[in-house]
């Protein structure tokens, strides 16, 4: 396979969203590939030569250490003991020539571009080339273009479509014959492979067929059974891959501990062995410490690794409660006292915003909200533990890291992550105002979550409307709902691709006082209608899409800005719809 060729850079977030592990990418080339597993990650990284034997993995581990990050909140909810930055853009600190990301073409089997030809032919997985029609009878061939199409199920398999049994499913003949042709029709997932011996062709309506189990990202790793059913796509499509992500702000930490002193720990290496009633231990910790500017005595040092070590223990047997977490968050996110840290450089800064005397429909104890938040300086960590194909579905923590793995049983030894710093504006809905609503709603409850549905569509009609005029494009803009047992109810929007020193602020200005309120009427303004409507927020969508009141008119978000895939939306949960019996939140 050709490095050079193959080479196409791809920004560090997106090998963990839309371009992760068993993603199908376009690389620079024009050949489509699909990125590799993690082990075949891992065995990429540079090593030197004289390295030999054991030698070659404590070379790997030491180049790991360099792109390690640590968050202990992420490492409970992943099951794992750290999280690797891949690699990224020639333009990042963190760039290295020699650490390329591996891919394989897929899928293999291609058509001739000839209209007259059309002939299908299979490549190797390595080819890294466009190739060229070895059938046309011309002085020059004319070029091959791969399948747009494969097989995928809900589980992550993915498979190309074998177009010689397909061709000759109900073959009378006998035939065996792999000189085939494609046909192609009015739509891509109904192309027709056509044998040119038999004349027997492919029916481009059986589009589901039982799944193979095939992981084709997973070098030589086999099939594997599985009871779903595989659907046709397109290569396009955004069916063809949901990561499954998991992120975390970082959290200061609590009274009278050092942020930097934690961090520097958990960077250090395994905290879990460190021996704090060795006294050469601590000492060496000490020593090290003092090297770097860092003065803390014997005692401070026991006490932040005892924090950890604490902090770090996990039953196993109970799975990690995202709803705890996301408490925790709100908890700090509101409690000026919480968020505060005078012992670290802040990774957190906020401010609430006074909203005393502003539109009392909107603010206060009676209005829409009862606090809002200026959050000027926010940290993220962001790990990809899975993904799932045609539907969006989060894979469970063994499950998701097999999929990246390609291993059994075996804890996996990193995931990738990377961190990013931002700024956003967090709005907490009036909890006394959304019981009133619920009791109106009751007779719906059993069908949707509707606590989610209208902290989720409020927060996409005030990610486009800051959109407009804090100076980040949309798909830039993020949002983080906040639906808590305790009661609570509200939503974070936030910018989150700034370097450590932060953002813009574009974001933060709008929460001023001065600017509240247009954002707030922009938002709620423009959710009133939508150019799709009546059709668009009507029951008849309801029964079919189980999504009414979104589209890609009104409230849809690009991918990159909405963490539940654009799932659980619907503006008659904000306005109202009398035809589905759905009484407005406003």
């Known amino acids: 396979m050709s490095k050079k060729i193959y080479f196409t850079p791809i920004k560090r977030s997106q090998l963990i969203t839309n371009s992760g592990v068993g993603a199908v990418v376009r690389t620079r080339n024009g050949v489509t590939a699909i990125v590799r597993g993690l082990a075949d990650w891992q065995a990429a990284i540079p090593i030197p030569s004289r390295a030999v034997g054991p030698d ?42 020699d650490w390329f990301i591996p891919v394989m073409r897929f899928p293999l089997a291609g058509f001739c571009t000839h209209w007259q030809c059309n002939r299908i032919s299979w490549s190797k997985s390595d080819e890294s080339n466009s190739a060229r029609c070895h059938f046309c009878s011309e002085k020059k061939s004319r070029p091959v273009q791969q399948v747009p199409i494969f097989r995928v199920c809900k589980q992550g398999h993915i ?17 065996a014959s792999t000189q085939l042709k494609i046909k192609l029709t009015s739509s891509l997932t109904k192309m027709v492979a056509v044998c040119l011996d038999c004349g027997c062709k492919s029916n481009a309506d059986n589009d589901e067929i039982s799944c193979t189990g095939r992981r084709a990202w997973l070098q030589d790793s086999g099939t594997e059974a599985c009871a779903e059913t595989m ?51 601590i000492n060496g910790l000490k020593s090290e410490l003092e090297q770097l500017n860092l003065i803390f005595d014997v005692t401070e040092i026991v006490r932040h690794v005892q924090y950890l070590q604490n902090k770090l223990i996990r039953d196993v047997s109970t799975q990690w409660d995202a709803s705890e977490a996301r408490t925790r968050e709100l908890d700090v996110l509101t409690n000026p006292i919480l968020s505060e840290n005078n012992y670290g450089p802040q990774l957190l800064e906020r401010t609430d915003v006074d909203i005393a005397g502003l539109n009392p429909v909107h603010f206060g104890p009676e209005g829409l909200f009862e606090s809002v938040v200026a959050v000027h300086k926010l940290t993220e960590t962001r790990v990809q533990d899975g993904f799932s194909r045609y539907v969006p579905e989060a894979p469970d923590t063994r499950t998701g890291q097999k999929l990246l ?19 956003g504006i967090l709005f907490v809905i009036n909890q006394e105002r959304c ?14 979550n509707l606590r ?47 370097d450590s020193v932060g953002t813009l602020g574009g974001l933060v200005e709008l929460s001023s006082r001065e600017r509240i309120e247009s954002l707030v009427n922009s938002a709620l303004s423009a959710g009133q209608w939508c150019a799709q409507d009546p059709v668009c927020i009507s029951e008849t969508t309801y029964q079919i899409e189980h999504n009414p009141g979104a589209c890609h008119q009104c409230v849809l978000l690009p991918e990159t800005s909405c963490e539940s895939f654009n799932q659980e939306l619907d503006r ?10 759905l009484h407005a939140f406003l």
């Open 231 to 281: 659907h046709v796509i397109e290569r396009t499509s955004v069916q063809a891959y949901y990561s499954n992500i998991k992120s975390a702000l970082h959290l200061p930490a609590p009274e009278s501990y050092s942020d930097t002193l934690l961090e520097w720990l958990l960077s250090y290496g395994n905290v879990n062995n460190i021996d704090i009633a060795s006294s050469i231990n």
């Open 452 to 498: 989610f549905v209208l902290s989720h569509t409020l927060a996409h009609l005030f990610l486009s409307a800051a959109a407009l005029e804090c100076g980040y494009q949309l798909a830039g803009i993020r949002d983080r709902i906040y639906d808590l047992p305790d009661g609570r109810l509200g939503f974070l929007i936030y910018a989150a691709e700034g």
């Open 435 to 448: 019981r009133s609503w619920l009791a109106k709603n009751s007779q719906l409850q059993s069908q949707r």
């Open 572 to 581: 008659a949960a904000v306005y109202g719809n009398a035809d589905r019996g």
């Open 159 to 175: 498979d190309e479509i074998d177009w010689q049994a397909a061709s000759h499913d109900q073959c009378g003949h006998g035939c």
């Open 56 to 97: 070659r993995d404590i070379e790997r581990e030491r180049f790991l250490k360099k792109l390690t990050i640590r968050d202990p909140e992420l490492e409970n909810a992943c099951d794992v003991g750290k999280f690797i930055l891949p690699q990224g853009l020639p333009d990042d600190p963190t760039f290295y020539e």
């Open 405 to 423: 793995w390609g291993l059994g049983d075996v804890k996996s030894p990193w995931l990738p992550g990377y961190r990013v710093y931002g700024e």
